[in-house]
């Protein structure tokens, strides 16, 4: 244990003074080795003592590096607390983004502290600063690898990151008079399509600020975080991949100009709605100069034991997203030559496709009731099986449903919509030849056709039309869904079309022989859930029913995510 620290995991055998931090305790573990060798000969040069070397070498004192994460919004109530509380600002959030940026910066230079254990505050800056405190002991407990960064989501303006860096000051983690010392870092999370094209002038002034600039030369790089679900679900999935390809280029070009490197953190999901697909392939098609040697990707729970559960699986997994970070590091890749011959024809698309999918999803009258009763989407929210509610606020509203529930409703109900809709109209009146060029010769372009394409594979009409008639309303049913239905057709042919194939994967025979295996397992789930589904809704409250609902959820996810 370091100094430090409230109190070590079990009682000490011998008493002595704490180590300072993991080096002096691998330093002392070094000399024992070498001591034992040089006396006893080779049969300690591999044994359990060079085994927790390695532990201690890897894992320090700290096991795993853990993230902070909170909306830009409780920060924004938080330090509006503060600074009216203590006189500063009566108005915080009342503020244009230069006046915010000034006061920040102000504080930031200031060795005043703003809290008072004798002032009032609401209950929310007290359970966020109670949260900074935990963080700064167990940075002081375990060292400063424990927490690196505090990931700030919905940032759309520099003054977000800049209060966390007060908030840090709080609690004694960020020092007016060496920012540079500052073990965390504030990164932005892009989210949305709108905040990914507002990114770059984003980071820009972030990295004007002297305080955030410090933090940032001191660690030789700026992390961000971009949102690959909200994105997919505010502007379709082509519409996402394009936003991030262009603000991924974006940024490395701002951190290059402020001399840093960029490490982007990926907040990919398992399923391709939510940036899932091959993670080899993912990573081979970033943009140039995004990777450099390091890059972060989330691994979604419902992947996680798939991916992971199994050492020979994961042993798999880790090596093709090493090999896939080599390559695109050492590699002298051409997106750079492939965005300047076809980027134009690649917004031209992506503009197309977030039009008919805009069109659908937040511009067609009773689209919302249609997709309330077209998928289990009440079901997946009544039964808990998710970690977080699945709407952000009480509405039915679908810019207020989190992306989790969205893309997993319309998977439940074999529409997969977030993983195609909107291609097959954007590719209307194209150049099919020019568009099965950039598939052959464009890792970007030709990930996204295959993931789609997987997504299709998996998606079936029929069932989606059964479970249209959980649909009250008869001609609403028939006109939102022969819409997507006549959707999915376009960009069925579409993709055919680019790909040159007779049929959906006609070209990865082996993904589409272990779908095909998995179907016949899914079919006959989907209609049970359907039937429960109907009998719930007209009232049936037996428990069976519910568990049934459950075991059907938990089989069709299962069958769909093994699939591919």
């Not at 909170?70 to 600002?89: F, P, Y």
């Not at 540079?180 to 399509?193: G, M, N, R, Y």
């Not at 007209?538 to 029913?545: H, I, L, Q």
């Amino acid at each position: 244990m370091r100094r430090g620290a409230a109190h070590s995991p079990r009682r000490a055998a011998v008493a002595a003074e704490a180590y300072p931090g993991p080096d002096a305790f691998e330093a002392d573990l070094r000399i024992l080795r070498d001591s034992l060798v040089s006396h006893h000969g080779e049969v300690f040069a591999d044994d359990r003592l060079n085994d927790l070397i390695t532990a201690v070498e890897i894992f320090g004192f700290h096991m795993a590096t853990l993230d902070l994460r909170q909306n830009s919004d409780v920060h924004e109530r938080v330090v509006a607390d503060l600074l009216k509380t203590a006189g500063v600002c009566d108005d915080y959030s009342a503020l244009d983004e230069e006046g915010r940026l000034a006061v920040l910066a102000a504080e930031l230079t200031s060795p005043r502290l703003l809290f008072s254990p004798y002032a009032d505050y609401t209950a929310e800056t007290l359970k966020e600063r109670a949260i900074l405190q935990a963080a700064a002991a167990a940075l002081e407990a375990f060292g400063p690898q424990a927490i690196r960064t505090h990931i700030v989501s919905k940032t759309d303006a520099a003054s977000d990151l800049l209060e966390v860096y007060l908030l840090l000051k709080e609690v004694g983690l960020y020092r007016p008079e060496d920012p540079a010392a500052c073990s965390i870092q504030a990164a932005p999370l892009f989210e949305t399509i709108e905040d990914l094209r507002a990114s770059r002038p984003t980071l820009e002034r972030l990295l004007k600020e002297p305080s955030a600039l410090a933090v940032a030369k001191a660690r030789g790089v700026q992390e961000v975080m971009i949102g690959y679900s909200d994105s997919n679900k505010d502007g379709s999935y082509l519409t996402s991949g394009w936003e991030l390809h262009e603000a991924s280029r974006a940024l490395v070009e701002v951190t290059r100009a402020a001399g840093l490197k960029l490490q982007l953190f990926h907040g990919r999901g398992g399923t391709v709605g939510r940036g899932g697909g091959s993670a080899f392939a993912g990573v081979l098609a970033q943009p140039e100069g995004t990777v450099q040697g390091r890059i972060r990707t989330t691994e979604q729970g419902e992947v996680i034991a798939n991916k992971y559960g199994e050492p020979e699986i994961a042993l798999r997994n880790l090596d093709a997203l090493t090999c896939g970070a080599v390559l695109a590091s050492l590699g002298q890749g051409r997106d750079q030559a492939f965005t300047a011959e076809h980027g134009a024809t690649l917004s031209d698309l992506s503009a197309r496709s977030m039009a008919a999918y805009r069109k659908l999803v937040y511009e067609t009258d009773g689209f919302v009731d249609y997709y309330r009763a077209a998928t289990p989407i009440a079901e997946i929210a009544d039964l808990k099986i998710g970690s977080r509610p699945s709407s952000r606020t009480v509405s039915t509203r679908i810019e207020d449903l989190r992306a989790i529930p969205w893309v997993f409703s319309w998977s439940q109900s074999r529409v997969m919509l977030p993983g195609w809709f909107g291609f097959g109209s954007a590719v209307q009146g194209c150049d099919m030849g020019e568009l099965k060029a950039m598939a052959e010769a464009w890792p970007f372009f030709k990930t996204l056709v295959q993931n789609m394409e997987m997504v299709m594979a998996k998606s079936d009409m029929t069932i989606a039309r059964r479970y249209a008639t959980l649909v009250s309303d008869a001609g609403l049913a028939a006109a939102i869904f022969g819409e997507i239905r006549d959707e999915w057709q376009r960009t069925h042919d579409a993709i055919l079309a680019i790909t040159g194939h007779d049929k959906l994967l006609g070209g990865q025979p082996e993904l589409d022989r272990l779908i095909r295996l998995r179907m016949p397992y899914v079919e006959p789930l989907n209609h049970v859930q359907i039937e429960l589904i109907r009998r719930r809704r007209a009232g049936d409250e037996n428990p069976r029913v519910r568990e049934g609902i459950l075991l059907a959820i938990n089989g069709v996810a299962a069958g769909l995510r093994n699939s591919g």
